[in-house]
């Protein structure tokens, strides 16, 4: 989704080629604010880390950008 002011993407990033499905969803997020404070840990570490993830099944990247005041990057790992 895009507009003049608003940015929102999802995409695909890794696929380890491992077969069969995953029950477990993790989560990660860094944020940016004016440019000027960055906080966060997106990490693929992180989000398996955060859902108990041993094994991974595949990474997906979401961002969202307002403008320039805000922006967001959130991995999501999925696994077992």
Request: aromatic content about 10%.
């Amino acid at each position: 989704i895009s507009a003049a002011l608003v940015t929102v993407t999802e995409s695909a990033t890794d696929a380890t080629g491992l077969e069969g499905g995953w029950s477990k969803v993790g989560r990660a997020t860094c944020r940016n604010i004016l440019g000027l404070v960055a906080y966060g840990d997106a990490s693929i570490d992180e989000a398996a880390r955060e859902a108990g993830i041993k094994t991974i099944h595949h990474v997906d990247a979401e961002s969202t950008r307002i403008w320039f005041f805000y922006s967001q990057y959130t991995t999501v790992v999925y696994g077992e």
